[in-house]
């Protein structure tokens, strides 16, 4: 089943901190975050396993609360290149098969 | 020096047409996955192959048809298209080595069904 992603879309400007949702029905092993640019391919940003672990990467960062089978993605502080569809994929069990939300659209003005 | 390329990038068919996408990954994985992303960005699992070993099949019509060759290729045939084919595909792969692993994604295959 399709994890849901909120919001659909939020615009925000440079400088100014986001957060992306992404919760499942489903009990997870693992999530995933993507990044997908216009026309581009999806870009790997982090994996969190079950465990509630928090992830940084720069300014992006992740959580993942097993109980609640929910993960949060943080962007602090935008830049105009964080612009992009965020997505989730989300795993069950040791499976590779990822089960992606249907994204959430950021846009940072200047 | 490219990990997972497609070919071709475009393909612009008419209906009813058997096209073909090739995808090659260098990064000596052993995983290969299709996903279809449709106009609404939804990306969707079609295949999976493992070591040349299909794993993953998701409801998609038999028109579509995975081939291996080896682990680093990963090809889709698609017979008869259909206009609800058009869309970007996807191929991407990754390692199933301990734990999960990330994927890795090609440039993207948009293909459109006249």
């Known amino acids: 089943q399709q994890p849901v992603q909120s919001p659909q879309a939020v615009i925000l400007r440079e400088g100014e901190d986001a957060v992306i949702n992404c919760s499942s029905s489903k009990a997870l092993y693992s999530v995933h975050w993507y990044r997908q640019k216009h026309g581009e391919a999806p870009v790997f940003l982090m994996i969190l396993l079950k465990g509630g672990e928090q992830k940084g990467h720069e300014k992006i960062s992740a959580s993942f609360n097993e109980k609640k089978q929910q993960s949060s993605l943080y962007l602090t502080a935008s830049q105009l290149s964080y612009s992009g569809t965020y997505f989730c994929?989300?795993?069950?069990?040791?499976?590779?098969?990822?089960?992606f939300g249907s994204g959430t659209q950021l846009t940072v003005l200047p | 020096d490219t990990a997972v390329s497609q070919t071709p990038k475009y393909l612009v068919t008419q209906m009813g047409n058997d096209k073909s996408i090739k995808c090659e990954q260098n990064?000596?994985?052993?995983?290969m996955y299709w996903y279809k992303q449709d106009s609404k960005k939804f990306l969707k699992i079609m295949f999976s192959y493992n070591n040349k070993e299909l794993i993953i099949n998701e409801t998609v019509p038999n028109r579509f048809s995975p081939k291996s060759p080896d682990k680093a290729h990963l090809n889709l045939h698609i017979n008869s298209l259909e206009l609800g084919d058009s869309a970007v595909y996807f191929c991407?792969?990754?390692?199933?080595?301990?734990?999960?692993?990330?994927?890795?994604f090609g440039p993207g295959t948009r293909l459109t069904v006249l």
């Open positions: 990064l000596g994985h052993d995983t």
């Open positions: 994929g989300t795993a069950s069990g040791s499976a590779r098969q990822l089960t």
């Open positions: 991407a792969s990754s390692n199933t080595g301990v734990g999960p692993n990330e994927q890795f």
